[in-house]
């Protein structure tokens, strides 16, 4: 009975303790494997962007699903890039951070571009929109589709450049957890 | 002051006792105290502490003007610039579901109560969720907040009841000062049941300038009635019964019921004296929101009432909308005429073989429709680094002749692109600037004006002229899943001729998001909250247009418009060249 009682007052410490550190992990993460459709997207400058090659580069590439009016879970994922910008400093360059609109119809280069401007996005940060059915195509791909936007999930997919395998993380991160999650994929 | 109606929207407080303790408590100490204790330190009146305590919440800055700074998912920094408490509990305060997480009401009204059940605070509806899909305890009771419990909670994420709150609520260091001016706005915020809604009627008008065809007048004004008579008359709506019970989801709906009541505000005379028409009516019967409305002019009028006095206004029918990406209260179809200008500098300016030192020459007569087509136009052309286009006007009522065309428009440009926004009277000279050796590369024009020619484009010029149309192609409206929103009686399986710009259709449409919009509103009759609910509502297929679709301060619902060709031939086919959005 004491032994039990220590052991909660022990476990609530720790658990009270870490709250008040940092968000507790609540995500899930998995390792897959996509295969993305050969698709031409458009980015905040109107420039046209083969999406397939895009992703086939040498660096580690991060993918999130966005849109640019969206509540809470766009500005945390957002929130989450540009803080990972700032920190990576001169070294942002060397990753590939691509936020990926779910609301083209809205989501225009020129809304784009001031979306990434408010989030202070250096180069090195794309947000991608385009056909409606070839970001259908995308979010398929990556066993994200909704058919509603209220529905999307808080994912971020990150690519490997070693072997193009993907990490699919289901839940929102801290700053920390990202840079882990990152720090995984290129050791 | 309005009787005070004490609204049990949700089922926190069961007993009349109870609720009257609370709001006694609520309107008379709290808020007071807050308010004596402000003015008395500082000075500042209400007025300016509510536009201060706003700032924050909807800009995120201080009041000295510095971005409020927190901590979200416990670790990342954020500045006010980038998002605040708008972002996340939207304008009303009410809250919202994204991406499964809940955001919780944040107006005084609620955080000064003890919440015993989240579920029924949830917009059930919110893009058609199932109500039950929803995560079943997102948040357990907590007692009543307090002054000094919200600055905690705020500052550290521990409710009154010691839970932690989830890292996507960012933590926020508040100075005192700065503190009680955000709660302050906090318990200014979605305080009141708006004006005109009683404990059994919500009122409604519908604005119809005099000038509007009776015919006109008619589609819109039946819609609009069967959509009063279908919700006055029902009993339990089809929508309703599919509704769980177990969540006693149902009960709370039905006392949210009221019935609505809609006057038809006609407006006379010149639009310089609309304005003051519409306070009149007002004054005598103020309404919670304007639903549809027509006129053949500008809708500017009755827009600048609607933000003046912020009431919503849903959907009129305008081809001439006031274009703006920060005003609030009018939620509008598309962009009309400004929309096709908007589509043809989108689709020249991706045109990726086309010199940015290519000639556009803009010809427009001097009318609304030429004047809102040219803006469109020109404004969007300006995010492209392109050259400028040559505008010329003609007055209006002057035809649109081939010398003109040729020795003034196209005299000084060789292969140039021409915009003509014009009707079929253009028909004419178009044949003949097709015969001449300096005929343009490119010709578009708009279906909007050419309304019934729009088919009987010259053939001469078929092959190089472009045709803006902003609606859907093959124009025919299939019943399917999406009727679903249709129940309150209208009908929107009757195909839609083509070129027919169907009042009947647009208000049927638009307006069938309305059992949609009560039912997440339940007893939040705010009106904020109901243009929050609208930018949470999921796309409609079943419009005469592609797409309506909706978020936060869209205002737009229609985002595109095709560029298309005509076939050769008496009967030629539509063929698009662009997509519904041209990005």
Redesign the interface.
């Known amino acids: 009975m004491k032994r039990r009682q220590a052991l909660i007052i022990l476990v609530s410490i720790v658990v009270l303790s870490s709250?008040g550190?940092?968000?507790e992990k609540k995500y899930q993460r998995t390792a897959e494997k996509y295969s993305v459709p050969d698709v031409s997207l458009?980015n905040q400058d109107?420039k046209k962007i083969p999406f397939k090659s895009y992703l086939e580069t040498d660096k580690p590439v991060m993918v999130e699903f966005i849109?640019?009016?969206?509540?809470?879970?766009?500005?945390?994922l957002?929130?989450?890039f540009?803080?990972l910008q700032r920190k990576m400093g001169a070294d942002a360059v060397k990753i590939r951070l691509i936020s990926i609109s779910i609301?083209?119809?809205?989501d225009?280069?020129?809304v784009m571009k001031d979306y990434l401007k408010?989030?202070?996005a250096s180069p090195g940060w794309d947000f991608l929109?385009?056909?409606?059915e070839d970001i259908d195509s995308v979010m398929r791909s990556f066993d994200a589709y909704v058919?509603?936007?209220?529905?999307?999930?808080?994912l971020t997919l990150i690519r490997s450049p070693a072997d193009g395998s993907w990490v699919r993380i289901k839940g929102?991160?801290?700053?920390?957890?990202l840079q882990d999650e990152l720090a995984q994929i290129t050791k | 002051m309005s009787p005070i109606t004490i609204r049990l929207h949700i089922r926190v407080l069961r007993t009349l006792l109870n609720s009257i303790a609370v709001l006694a408590f609520f309107f008379c100490s709290d808020a007071a105290a807050a308010e004596n204790q402000q003015t008395a330190v500082e000075g500042p009146t209400r007025e300016k502490l509510v536009q201060l305590g706003e700032r924050m919440y909807r800009e995120g800055l201080l009041p000295s003007g510095k971005p409020i700074t927190a901590l979200v998912q416990g670790d990342i920094p954020v500045e006010g610039t980038t998002f605040t408490c708008v972002s996340c509990h939207v304008r009303s305060g009410i809250g919202s579901y994204e991406g499964g997480v809940v955001t919780l009401p944040t107006n005084g009204e609620i955080l000064y109560r003890p919440f015993k059940d989240v579920r029924r605070f949830v917009t059930p509806g919110v893009g058609m969720i199932p109500y039950f899909k929803l995560p079943k305890i997102q948040a357990p009771p907590r007692p009543a907040y307090t002054d000094t419990t919200l600055a905690t909670v705020l500052r550290t994420g521990i409710d009154p009841a010691g839970r932690q709150l989830d890292y996507v609520m960012p933590r926020y260091q508040l100075s005192d000062p700065d503190m009680n001016i955000l709660i302050f706005y906090l318990k200014a915020l979605s305080a009141q049941t708006s004006p005109g809604v009683t404990d059994t009627t919500i009122r409604f008008a519908t604005v119809i300038t005099e000038e509007v065809s009776p015919k006109e007048r008619q589609e819109m004004l039946s819609v609009l009635n069967a959509i009063v008579i279908a919700r006055n008359n029902a009993g339990k709506s089809k929508m309703d019964s599919q509704l769980p019970r177990w969540a006693g989801f149902s009960e709370d709906l039905s006392r949210s019921r009221r019935k609505i009541s809609l006057a038809v505000w006609e407006l006379k005379g010149p639009p310089g004296t609309w304005r003051s028409q519409l306070e009149q009516y007002y004054r005598k019967e103020p309404v919670f929101a304007l639903l549809a409305g027509i006129t053949t002019g500008e809708w500017k009028p009755v827009h600048e009432f609607s933000e003046a006095n912020k009431i919503p206004c849903l959907f009129p029918i305008t081809d001439f909308p006031v274009i703006s990406s920060t005003d609030w209260y009018t939620q509008y179809i598309s962009k009309g005429y400004y929309q096709e200008g908007e589509a043809v500098a989108r689709f020249l300016g991706n045109m990726e073989d086309l010199s940015p030192e290519k000639a556009i020459v803009q010809l427009y007569q001097d009318t609304r429709e030429g004047r809102a087509l040219a803006d469109g136009f020109r404004e969007t052309w300006k995010t492209f680094d392109r050259r400028q286009p040559v505008d010329c006007v003609i007055k209006k009522g002057n035809p649109v002749t081939k010398e003109y065309l040729l020795q003034k428009a196209l005299s000084k440009e060789k292969s140039a692109i021409l915009l003509l926004w014009a009707g079929p009277e253009a028909y004419a000279a178009l044949e003949a600037v097709a015969a001449d050796a300096n005929k343009p590369d490119m010709i578009y024009l708009s279906s909007s004006l050419l309304k019934d020619g729009f088919l009987a484009v010259p053939e001469t010029v078929r092959a190089f002229t472009y045709i803006t149309y902003p609606y859907r192609l093959g124009l025919e409206i299939t019943p399917g899943k999406d009727l679903g929103k249709g129940s309150m009686g209208v009908r929107k399986d009757a195909p839609v001729p083509v070129a027919t710009r169907n009042v009947a259709q647009k208000t049927g449409s638009s307006q069938s998001l309305l059992p949609e919009i009560f039912m997440m509103m339940m007893t939040n009759f705010y009106r904020d909250y109901m243009l929050d609910i609208i930018g949470m509502c999921g796309d409609m297929k079943d419009s005469p247009y592609e797409r309506l679709s909706f978020g936060p301060g869209q205002r737009y619902a229609s985002k595109g418009c095709y560029i298309v060709q005509l076939t050769p031939g008496a009967n030629p086919a539509v063929v698009k060249k662009s997509d519904w959005v041209i990005h």
Do not use: F
């Open positions: 709250q550190l940092a968000a458009v109107g849109y640019a009016t969206c509540t809470t879970i766009c500005p945390v957002s929130a989450g540009a803080n609301d083209p119809e809205n225009t280069p020129q408010k989030y202070t929109s385009g056909k409606r058919a509603n936007k209220m529905y999307h999930l808080p929102l991160m801290g700053a920390a957890d």
